[in-house]
C-alpha cells in the first residue's frame, strides 16, 4: 500500500482523495526535522507547503521515498539537488493561486488607485479625508503587465472585461498571438511599457534575469501618474529604488503583497508613504486556491503512482 506522509496543513478533500485512492495517509503538520527524519523513514511520499524543509538530512533518512510534493507553487524549501541524485520525482501546483494572485494584483490596483486603505487609516482617526481622497478610475487606463504567463494573463482578462482597460505587456517569450488575440493586447519593450503604462504590474518569476528588473534609471521611465503592482517576489523590484521613486514623486504610488526582507521590518520606510497599500504575502491565502493546491498535488501524486 502506498504511504502518504501529509507534513503540512491539507484541504480535506485532498486527504479524502488520497484515502479513495487507497493511499495510507499519515498526518503530521510542520513536524521538526527531527520528526520528519524518523516519519519519513517508511514512506513513498510526502506532501509539504513552504514548510516543512525537506532537507538532505530528511532525503537521506527516507528509504521508500519517490516523490515530494508541494500544495502551491514555489520549491525552495525542497533540496532538489538530493532529490534528483536519488532520482525523487518533484510535483507542485503552479496554476493554483494564479486566480487568486490576480485578484489580489486588481485589489492592490483600486485600493491604491481610489485610496482605499488611505481613507480607511483616517476614518479610524476620527478624520474624513473627502478632499485628500481625489483618485482615478481604471477604465480606459492603460495597465502593462510585466511577465504574461499565468497570472499575468489572468490580471490581464480581468482589467480588460471588467474595467475595460488597454493591455500592453512584455515577456521574455516575446509577442502572444492569443493574448492580443483575446484582450488586444500590444507586445512592447519592457521600456516602453514602463514608459506608456499608468499601472504596472509585475508577474515574472525571481531569477537571475528578474532580479531588481525594476531599478531606479526603469521607475524614472514611468509617468509621475502611474502606479506600480507587485505581487510577483520582492526581489524583482530595487526597493531602495522605489523608495527613492516615491519620496521623489516619479511615481504616484504602490501596491505590495511581496518584499525583498519578509516579513517587512517594522517600521521600514515604505510603510511611512501614504499612497503605498502594503499587504503581507498574501496573494494565493484564499480559501479556493487552497483548496486547488490540495485537490491537485493529491490528484498528481495518485496518478504518479498509478502511471510509475
Ligand atoms: P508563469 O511562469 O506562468 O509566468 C511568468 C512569466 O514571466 C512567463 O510568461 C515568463 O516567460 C515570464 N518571464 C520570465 N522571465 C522573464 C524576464 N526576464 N523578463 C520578462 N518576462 C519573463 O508564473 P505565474 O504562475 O504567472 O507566477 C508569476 C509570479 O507570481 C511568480 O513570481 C510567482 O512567484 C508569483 N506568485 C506570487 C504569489 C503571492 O502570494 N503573491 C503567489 C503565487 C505566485
Known amino acids: 500500500m502506498v504511504k502518504v506522509l501529509v507534513a503540512a496543513p491539507l484541504h480535506p478533500k485532498a486527504i479524502e482523495k488520497l484515502r479513495s485512492a487507497g493511499f495510507e495517509v499519515i498526518v503530521k503538520e510542520y513536524p521538526s526535522e527531527d520528526e520528519l527524519v524518523k516519519l519519513i523513514k517508511d514512506v513513498d511520499a510526502i506532501i509539504v507547503r513552504s514548510k516543512p524543509r525537506v532537507t538532505r538530512r530528511v532525503i537521506e533518512a527516507a528509504e521508500k521515498l519517490r516523490v515530494i510534493g508541494r500544495a502551491g507553487v514555489g520549491i525552495d524549501n525542497i533540496d532538489l539537488e538530493v532529490a534528483k541524485e536519488k532520482g525523487i520525482t518533484v510535483l507542485n501546483t503552479p496554476g493554483a493561486p494564479s486566480r487568486s494572485v490576480a485578484e489580489l494584483a486588481i485589489g492592490l490596483m483600486l485600493a491604491v488607485a481610489r485610496k482605499i486603505a488611505f481613507a480607511d487609516r483616517k476614518m479610524r ?33 480581468i482589467a480588460y472585461y471588467g474595467f475595460g482597460m488597454k493591455i500592453i505587456y512584455y515577456d521574455a517569450r516575446g509577442k502572444m498571438e492569443d493574448v492580443e488575440r483575446e484582450l488586444g493586447a500590444k507586445y512592447r519593450e519592457l521600456e516602453d511599457v514602463l514608459r506608456e503604462a499608468d499601472i504596472v504590474t509585475l508577474h515574472v518569476p525571481l531569477l537571475p534575469s528578474t532580479r531588481h528588473l525594476i531599478n ?93
Open 216 to 308: 531606479e534609471e526603469r521607475l524614472k521611465l514611468m509617468k509621475p501618474s502611474a502606479i506600480l503592482i507587485n505581487t510577483a517576489r520582492g526581489g524583482v523590484v530595487d526597493t531602495g529604488a522605489l523608495v527613492k521613486a516615491l519620496s521623489n514623486g516619479w511615481i504616484a504610488g504602490a501596491g505590495l503583497d511581496v518584499y525583498e526582507e519578509e516579513p517587512l521590518p517594522k517600521d521600514h520606510p515604505l510603510t511611512k508613504f501614504d499612497n503605498v497599500v502594503l499587504t503581507p504575502h498574501i496573494g494565493s491565502t484564499t480559501t479556493e486556491a487552497q483548496e486547488r493546491a490540495g485537490v491537485q498535488i493529491a490528484e498528481k501524486i495518485i496518478e504518479f503512482f498509478r502511471s510509475n
Open 125 to 157: 482617526e476620527g478624520v474624513w479625508a473627502k478632499k485628500q481622497c481625489m483618485g482615478f478610475e481604471l477604465r480606459g487606463k492603460i495597465l502593462g503587465v510585466i511577465g504574461m504567463g499565468r497570472i499575468g494573463r489572468e490580471v490581464a482578462r
